[in-house]
């Protein structure tokens, strides 16, 4: 399903949308938040930019007012706080056993808010997983952003195919843990 379709399901899901993000706007969001869009999302926010819906948790990206800078800039930290509080609890993936979690905190990619706890994260990929994320309760919601819209916003469930989802230093470890637990526990 290409990005016109899928925006008319998500318009008569009750989704509003304002015009497509030009250029320049995209060139201000990646300057502004230190990211660099991937390729899908970049091309579906020039295509149209969903601004609102009944829960109205769409990062608000073509305001560059600085109540809304900080907002956003909330929203991509907010991820981390989460996973680290988890981490004060007890959680630690295998593959973390003695690192310096500062440091690989500080090597994991951003987080580009998409849809309330939806997340892209900002990896050298076209159209990268999108992953939602509370802490430890973390799953990949989409292997790719047409898949992840497909779910969450039409009635359409795209199968559920995760081969060649790339792997996302430190989500990638937190994932695993998880998928780990449902299969032990089906």
């Keep these: 399903m290409d990005y016109k379709t899928l925006i008319c399901y998500m318009r008569r899901g009750g989704v509003e949308f304002a015009p497509g993000l030009s250029e320049e706007e995209i060139g201000q969001i990646e300057t502004t938040y230190g990211v660099c869009l991937p390729a899908s999302l970049r091309e579906f926010y020039q295509t149209a930019l969903p601004v609102f ?5 769409f ?3 073509n305001d560059f007012s600085p109540g809304n800078v900080a907002a956003i800039r909330e929203r991509m930290a ?3 706080q989460w996973l680290r509080r988890d981490m004060e609890r007890g959680f630690c993936p295998p593959t973390w056993e003695g690192k310096d979690m500062d ?7 951003k987080l580009i808010p998409v849809y309330a706890h939806r997340y892209m994260p900002a990896i050298d990929h076209p159209d990268p997983p999108v ?3 509370v802490g430890r309760d973390t799953i990949v919601y989409g292997r790719n952003l047409r898949d992840y819209l ?3 916003f039409t009635q359409n469930d795209p199968a559920a195919d995760r081969k060649d989802i790339p792997f996302v230093p430190v989500w990638s470890d937190v994932i695993a843990v998880v998928e780990s637990f449902f299969r032990r526990k089906s």
């Design 131 to 133: 992953i939602s994320t």
């Design 103 to 109: 440091r690989l905190f500080g090597d994991a990619p």
């Design 78 to 80: 907010a991820p981390y």
């Design 59 to 61: 990062p608000r990206w």
């Design 53 to 57: 819906c009944a829960r109205n948790i």
């Design 150 to 152: 497909e779910r969450e």
